[in-house]
């Protein structure tokens, strides 16, 4: 550890130089008290995280992250301590366990006397596979959709229930629920719309349930779903398992969000020069009038593990985007290469080059959008992202400051150095393992490119996934190259959701008198309510 200075407090932050300790597997016994330290040798020594799966018969089962290697391994421990390597997986990148990723866990854990089901993607999109006693893997049937979730395992039929990415009109963020029996796959859900829960909102839901957005009757005849699209408000539906029937149990009322100026997002594709297509979302002024010129707002996040465009209806990113859009702004939100359900080598093109090559994307998106439509200034663009995405928006100012005029980072990651091994790790290897790679954000010259661009930051002092000193000391950076910035910092803030930023975010944008802080708050008002 080292010791820094900030405000005349004294604050510890870690010196990456050490070794980070590994996790601990412990088998405890609660008659006894005894406690065994179980000792996975295919790991020692290395950065792994562990977590306890679930138990079948008397053997628990435990997953191993190598993030060095990049693999995943499955263990089975009796009750006695004895250890068996049951299964791995190895890829450039695996669909992880941790919280920060999908779902709880790939593995889905049948009755005793059946195969287990797994979720990869080491065919190049998500698939399930059954695994066997001795840990043989094979694959059950193929589906052209990334595989998102197991919802549930009929052993008397051996039939499965299970949601997935389906392209609807050329769009593949569709998430349906599909049904495999006697040796086909049959789609259950019909129309336009999501059933579950896609993007953001679930990685901050640490249940291991997903009821609350689809639950399976115990007859396993009829799905609860909860579901919705952008333009189609949420209904709960009553679904047959054969998908030849559904009942609408009721709809979202709408009304008084429409009285408030809610507006419909607008989808948009847009071809890239190296042959990917990126969708994404378009919002417009309530009071929109083609014939004026409208700045942009383009709101990013660009983490490995989710997408950034919420295809469920009045999301709150929605909900903020509409407000937003009132000030005066089109707001412009994408998924671009790196991001995940597009199968693995869209998901991996930004390996090892986290922030580096998203970029690239974004820029040529904004400036062909641009072109489309005469209604937007590409020549005023204000790119805003929080934890992952202030990471993302500083790159994207250091980078094509040509582009991207103003630049607001809430909640940045700034040197990825100083990132939990398991939220950064299985994109961009160790430091020392991927140097260049760590360096290239924070070298000299890209840096003061940032003095190009209008800089804010919004951050608050009891962040402990980004903490405030690793602010303080990117800030010291800047200072050193004469790089001017605006600060919004906050007592009693954590990383997540504050009214208070949202103030800040809004009195960036609006920048005028103190009466439009007064029109903020009212702004806000309508959000929460």
């Not at 679930?202 to 909860?226: A, L, M, N, Q, T």
Request: proline share 4%; hydrophobic share 35%; net charge neutral.
């Amino acid at each position: 550890y080292r010791k820094i200075d900030v405000n005349q407090e004294e604050s510890v932050i870690r010196n990456f130089d050490a070794p980070v300790k590994s996790d601990q597997l412990l088998l405890v016994d609660i008659v006894s008290k005894k406690v065994i330290d179980l000792h996975l040798d295919a790991f020692s020594g290395e950065t792994r995280e562990i977590q306890l799966i679930g138990q079948k018969g008397s053997s628990f089962i435990v997953s191993v992250v190598n993030e060095l290697q990049n693999q995943k391994v499955y263990y089975k421990i009796s009750d006695r301590g004895v250890i068996k390597e049951w299964f791995r997986d190895e890829s450039t990148t695996f669909l992880s366990d941790y919280l920060l990723s999908n779902r709880v866990t790939n593995l889905f854990i049948t009755p005793e006397g059946h195969d287990d089901l797994y979720i990869s993607d080491k065919s190049g999109v998500q698939q399930i596979y059954k695994v066997d006693e001795e840990g043989q893997i094979s694959q059950i049937f193929h589906t052209n959709g990334n595989i998102d979730q197991i919802i549930d395992y009929d052993p008397n039929r051996k039939s499965l229930i299970f949601t997935s990415y389906m392209v609807e009109k050329n769009n593949p963020y569709h998430l349906h629920i599909l049904k495999y029996e006697d040796g086909k796959v049959k789609r259950i859900t019909r129309g336009k719309r999501n059933y579950g829960e896609p993007k953001m909102g679930r990685k901050f839901r640490f249940s291991h349930s997903r009821k609350g957005y689809f639950d399976i009757s115990p007859s396993r005849e009829v799905i609860f779903s909860v579901n919705s699209s952008m333009t189609k408000p949420h209904s709960v539906q009553v679904i047959n398992v054969n998908g030849d029937a559904a009942v609408n149990l009721f709809n979202t009322e709408t009304k008084n969000l429409f009285s408030k100026g809610y507006r419909v997002p607008e989808l948009f594709d847009f071809d890239l020069s190296d042959g990917n297509k990126v969708f994404g979302t378009i919002f417009k002024p309530r009071d929109f009038d083609p014939d004026k010129k409208y700045p942009i707002i383009e709101i990013v996040y660009g983490g490995p593990q989710t997408i950034n465009v919420d295809y469920t209806f009045a999301s709150y990113y929605q909900r903020m985007a509409n407000e937003l859009a009132n000030k005066g702004y089109v707001i412009v939100m994408m998924d671009t290469p790196g991001t995940p359900y597009r199968g693995k080598d869209f998901h991996t093109k930004n390996f090892k080059k986290f922030g580096q090559v998203m970029v690239q994307d974004h820029a040529e998106v904004i400036k062909g959008l641009g072109s489309r439509y005469p209604w937007l200034d590409a020549s005023n663009v204000t790119v805003w992202g929080a934890s992952f995405g202030g990471h993302q928006a500083l790159n994207f100012g250091a980078r094509r400051p040509d582009v991207y005029k103003t630049v607001i980072s809430e909640s940045a990651t700034f040197d990825l150095k100083y990132l939990n091994s398991t939220s950064i790790i299985p994109q961009m290897h160790t430091p020392k393992m991927n140097e260049s790679g760590y360096e290239n954000f924070m070298n000299e010259d890209l840096l003061r490119n940032l003095s190009d661009v209008e800089l804010f930051f919004i951050h608050g002092k009891d962040d402990r996934n980004t903490p405030y000193e690793e602010l303080v000391l990117f800030q010291s950076k800047l200072n050193e190259l004469n790089v001017d910035y605006t600060e919004y910092i906050y007592e009693n803030m954590d990383h997540f959701y504050d009214e208070r930023k949202l103030h800040a975010f809004f009195k960036i944008i609006s920048r005028k008198s103190s009466l439009e802080e007064v029109n903020c708050n009212k702004a806000i008002s309508r959000l929460v309510e």
